[in-house]
């Protein structure tokens, strides 16, 4: 990716470090019944099949 710096979009929304999603950062995530799943609040959440997640960078 950029200029071989960015190996993974993970990189950009995920602090490896503190295993937390960055403040400036949004998720919107919701199961395959439209259950909203609060990754920012637990990024260890076992996901659901067919979950729908849509990550939102510098969301301020």
């Known amino acids: 990716m950029y200029k071989g710096l960015i190996q993974s979009y993970l990189q950009l929304i995920w602090d490896p470090q503190k295993n937390v999603i960055y403040e400036d950062c949004a998720s919107n995530a919701y199961g395959p019944n439209k259950e909203f799943i609060p990754l920012l609040d637990d990024v260890n ?9 849509t990550l939102i960078v510098h969301a301020d």
């Open 45 to 53: 959440f076992n996901l659901y099949p067919d979950s729908e997640i």
